[in-house]
């Protein structure tokens, strides 16, 4: 079944340390990746999408992601958190059939230890 | 810009009563999406419009749910009559094509 993965329910790290969050897809071919964080309380902001191209995406916020099509994956990373990184990421693809709409992962929580 | 406006924030409504969230798109997006987030099912697209013209509703649970953009700049999603198991958030979002989605702050529902 077509779906996306985000195999890390909750996530806990040390502020300063490097974190990387999981995303899978299953689609037959490459969809428009995404990833959105969403704070408590609040919509969703995208930190950064992919295409095509370059598979290392930059993102806002010191993010960056890398495609690899032989993984089916498209894992978030930040090399050294911050306490207000705290907050739920939600991997999604795009484009599947040409559509407009976005299908979402269930989210990782992310939790930073003083 | 004032991004996508939702309203209302919250809403508090006994089973049974109908319930309208409202949703204002930037100008100029084209495209409108209704989301629903839950703990269980996560974040879900009930239906989308492109040009005021529904394109997608397979989302939408049943019946009592319903959707309309009577215009570029005001869409309603309505549940009649609500079911507890419609506590959720009820997220909109818009954007002008190419994914360049923008969320608004959603409508968080309880149903008792």
């Known amino acids: 079944a077509q779906s996306v993965t985000q195999p890390d329910i909750h996530i806990t790290v040390s502020e300063g340390a490097s974190l990387e969050l999981r995303c899978n897809y299953s689609y037959g071919a490459t969809p428009y990746l995404f990833w959105y964080v969403q704070s408590p309380g609040q919509g969703l902001q995208l930190l950064l999408k992919?295409?095509?191209?370059?598979?290392l995406v930059q993102g806002i916020k010191g993010f960056e992601a890398e495609f690899k099509r032989s993984q089916s994956s498209f894992n978030l990373r930040k090399p050294s958190v911050h306490w207000s990184d705290a907050a739920e990421y939600f991997c999604a693809v795009g484009g599947i059939q040409g559509a407009q709409k976005l299908v979402f992962g269930q989210g990782t929580r992310l939790t930073i230890n003083p | 810009d004032a991004g996508v406006i939702q309203s209302p924030r919250h809403e508090v409504t006994e089973m049974g009563q109908e319930v309208t969230l409202r949703c204002k798109p930037i100008?100029?997006?084209?495209?409108l999406f209704w989301y629903r987030q839950t703990m269980m099912r996560g974040l879900e697209l009930l239906i989308y419009f492109n040009n005021n013209v529904p394109i997608d509703d397979s989302g939408m649970p049943e019946d009592r749910f319903s959707a309309k953009m009577p215009n570029a700049s005001f869409s309603t999603l309505k549940i009649q009559p609500s079911e507890p198991r419609d506590s959720a958030v009820y997220f909109c979002?818009?954007?002008?094509?190419?994914?360049?989605?923008?969320f608004g702050s959603g409508t968080r529902l309880t149903v008792v």
């Open positions: 992919y295409f095509s191209g370059d598979t």
């Open positions: 979002a818009s954007s002008p094509g190419t994914f360049g989605y923008t």
């Open positions: 100008s100029g997006h084209d495209y």
